[in-house]
């Protein structure tokens, strides 16, 4: 089940995280992490729910565990990516561990981006910044 807060009808969909990771406990503590540090948050706990949600939300940034059961991250953002582009929603691979097969199949699925739990706080604002206005 996918858990969400409410609509913020003063949500900046630029602020908007999703955080996709069958750890309860770590998916909700990221999700904290981020709302503590002004982002807005969705959360799902499994592959499946995290492309239905991103399909249906369209955030901003969307945090993909790549070790799920059923569908891993790999496979999740090569849904999404079938659907959304690159410019339109950054996705971030999330792995407990940082071997090069993790990170090639994250780069060959689409993933913009690679962190390693447990996440620094640095890493992760380095990921999340706004896109720069164009002049």
């Given at each position: 089940m996918t858990s969400q807060a409410p609509p913020d009808p003063d949500s900046d969909p630029l602020r908007t995280v999703l955080v996709v990771d069958d750890h309860r406990d770590t998916a909700d503590g990221l999700c904290e992490l981020l709302q503590q540090l002004g982002f807005d948050?969705?959360?799902?706990?499994?592959?499946?729910?995290?492309?239905?949600?991103?399909?249906?939300?369209?955030?901003?940034?969307?945090?993909?565990?790549?070790?799920?059961?059923?569908?891993?991250?790999?496979?999740?953002?090569?849904?999404?990516?079938?659907?959304?582009?690159?410019?339109?929603?950054?996705?971030?691979?999330?792995?407990?561990?940082?071997q090069a097969s993790d990170r090639e199949a994250a780069q060959l699925a689409g993933f913009d981006s690679f962190l390693v739990k447990p996440v620094m706080v640095a890493a992760l604002l380095r990921l999340l910044q706004p896109p720069a206005p164009a002049f």
């Open positions: 948050t969705l959360v799902a706990y499994d592959g499946d729910e995290g492309v239905d949600v991103a399909l249906r939300e369209r955030p901003r940034y969307a945090i993909l565990d790549l070790h799920m059961p059923r569908m891993g991250g790999v496979l999740a953002c090569t849904r999404i990516r079938e659907q959304v582009p690159p410019h339109a929603m950054k996705l971030v691979a999330l792995t407990g561990s940082d």
